[in-house]
């Protein structure tokens, strides 16, 4: 009773916002037209020749592409065509240049997922027909869950994890989030310990199946890219790269960064580079004039760097090289010696340690981790991951010699690989038990 008046609630408030949703729609448009592109997919409407029958991903935004990489490459090795839906540009936009060749040949479809109210997803589900859902990370949509429950089509959790949090928030009063979890049809989860939260709240159907960002493919050119810059940029000295800093932690890293500069200076040692890749596109110029203000020799990799990431000429003596472009985050990576992952001195917690992981370099990150709590807790248990509590324990860590890891984090990446292929095991199971409870 409680959730049949929550979603009541749900749908009215959906009719009373929509103005307000397609408002933001139209301003964000204003710079960037996508936004404003295909606006009747966003209501289920998709035309007729649409093909039928796909594994569909939910996957809302850029991180969500990437993490699902893997899987999709290995679905469509096996022959499976994929239906990708988003609700931002930059998830779409990544689709289109990972998947091009498959969107040119109808193995891949990409559209906006629906607004979240149930007439919409009816129209959604019946135009594509899709065999599975799965919606990546922590997406919990009221409507889609159950329209999908109410067409027959097995909605997944996929590469799940409840936050201890977010967990604690949602087990409190009414309990309406996880009324809503306990609608999906399952959940292939991270972990043991998150199939073991996602069971506490009542959710059947509940497999470990991995972590899918250690199945991402690795792009050679960028690694490739970055040696060769580093061979000359940062020759003779160490290079740091900060990943995915926030804007409340932009004073932090300045002071860090002029921190270890006067310290190498006053140990007659030559200073380390410094990679500083903002999280936000729309903190780059502000970062970049908070550098320059700092007096520190700047380099933009949009005004030094050429688009296979060569440098046409020679850079000087930079102190920063500011990561001011997309997609190119493992070229960011694979220049450092040693990587400050952001997020994590703010209270909403750190980004992702995986990738930096990946290339095989050391991660340190702030107090905050319980948004990475998997796998963060199994990396600092091996020695390669390290949460430090405040700004000068940054500076003291970073001032320690590196050490190599790359044995301890090659053996960690074994042990932690192939969630993929169990992901598509399960994922079969659930087809198969579908198409003989529902055969079409």
Known sequence: MILQGFLIFYRVLWIV???VVLGYLWHRGRKDPDYR??????????GRDVPKGAIWLHAVSLGEIRSATGLIRALLVRGDRVLLTHFTPAGRRESARLFGPEIASGQVTVV???FDMAWCHRRFLK???PRIGLTLEVEIWPAMIFAARAAGMPLYLCNGIYGIRSLARDSAGLRLRQ??????AGAFVKSRLQAERFASIGLDNVVVTGELRFDQPVPAQQVRAAERLRATLGAGREVITIASGVQLEEELFLGLITQCREAAVSDAMLPPLFVYVPRAPERFGAVAAQLLGAG???????EVLAADLSAPTPLGQVDVLLGDSLGEMFFYLALGNRVVVGGGFNPRGAHNIIEPLMLGRPVLTGPYVWTIEYPFAEAEMAGIARSVPDAAALLAALREPPVDLS???SAFLTEHSGASVRTMQAIDRVMATAQSTHPR
């Not at 592109?37 to 998709?46: D, I, P």
């Not at 009324?179 to 999906?184: D, E, S």
């Not at 520190?296 to 949009?302: C, D, E, Q, W």
């Open 17 to 19: 916002l929509l103005p």
């Open 37 to 46: 592109a295909h606006l009747a997919e966003r209501f289920g409407f998709y």
């Open 112 to 114: 906006w997922v629906p």
């Open 127 to 129: 135009s594509f027909r």
């Open 179 to 184: 009324r809503v979890i306990c609608g999906l």
């Open 296 to 302: 520190l020799n700047l380099a933009r990799r949009s």
């Open 407 to 409: 044995d301890r984090i």
